[in-house]
């Protein structure tokens, strides 16, 4: 590999494997009703597979393409991300997953819906509706508490059970703005964190691991790559 290309910066961007809320939605059941923190649900069962099996394609394809060994993954604080990360890791020698918050999930009202409302099941911008199937308004006094709180306080790791992540490091990135139910993180706003998580961590001559959302990864994608997200669409599992 020539002199230039050791200098190349090099990000690779990955979505969490299958959450355990879609998983039941899927099937017909509601994760959602019974958790305790309705808005961060782990992996299913699929996803620990997909995320490991995203860490063998990974450094496979580093290796074909004779690039720098990951130096680091960065994760947003869900516990999706973090189990991506836990797992994916499994294939590299990179020291242990660091939280970022500034990859944390798209916090706009889409978020929101799926996980406050009172019969909310997981699904992206959630509805409820009356018997005639018209979108009914929502009441506020029925909301989830969380949802009136700020989102930078919900979205920390409840606590650090997880062995493979860095707890002592501390995020270059923070969601500065108070987010919450009826004040809603705006595209252009999460794309402004995102840049600035990559300007942060990513280093010349090194390869980093970004492990965020679909939203948020589409987002990174079009920083990076300058062409708009729609383009190829949201990343799969």
Not at 95 to 109: D, F, M, T, V, W
Not at 222 to 236: M, N, T
């Amino acid at each position: 590999m020539v002199s230039s290309e050791r200098e190349r910066t090099i990000v690779i961007v990955a979505r969490h494997g299958e959450r355990e809320d879609y998983a039941m939605m899927n099937k017909g059941g509601n994760w959602v009703q019974n958790a305790v923190r309705p808005w961060d649900p782990p992996l299913s069962g699929l996803g620990w597979k997909q995320a490991t099996s995203l860490g063998i394609c990974v450094k496979d394809c580093i290796n074909k393409l004779e690039l720098p060994q990951i130096r680091q993954i960065y994760s947003s604080p869900f516990q999706r991300c973090l189990e991506t990360s836990i797992a994916a890791n499994t294939a590299f020698s990179s020291p242990s997953a660091k939280i970022e918050y500034g990859l944390a999930e798209s916090l706009n009202e889409s978020w929101y819906r799926s996980w406050s409302l009172p019969t909310s099941n997981g699904a992206w911008g959630y509805k409820e509706r009356d018997e005639a199937g018209c979108v009914s308004q929502v009441n506020l006094s029925t909301l989830h508490r969380a949802a009136i709180q700020p989102a930078s306080y919900i979205i920390v790791p409840k606590d650090k059970r997880f062995e493979g992540i860095d707890y002592q490091y501390k995020s270059t990135t923070r969601i500065h703005k108070v987010y919450c139910w009826g004040s809603f993180e705006t595209g252009r706003d999460q794309q402004k964190r995102l840049k600035s998580v990559v300007k942060k961590v990513a280093q010349r001559g090194s390869t980093v691991m970004l492990v965020s959302h679909a939203g948020p990864v589409a987002y990174v994608y079009q920083g990076l790559i300058g062409d708009d997200w729609s383009g190829h669409g949201e990343a799969g599992y």
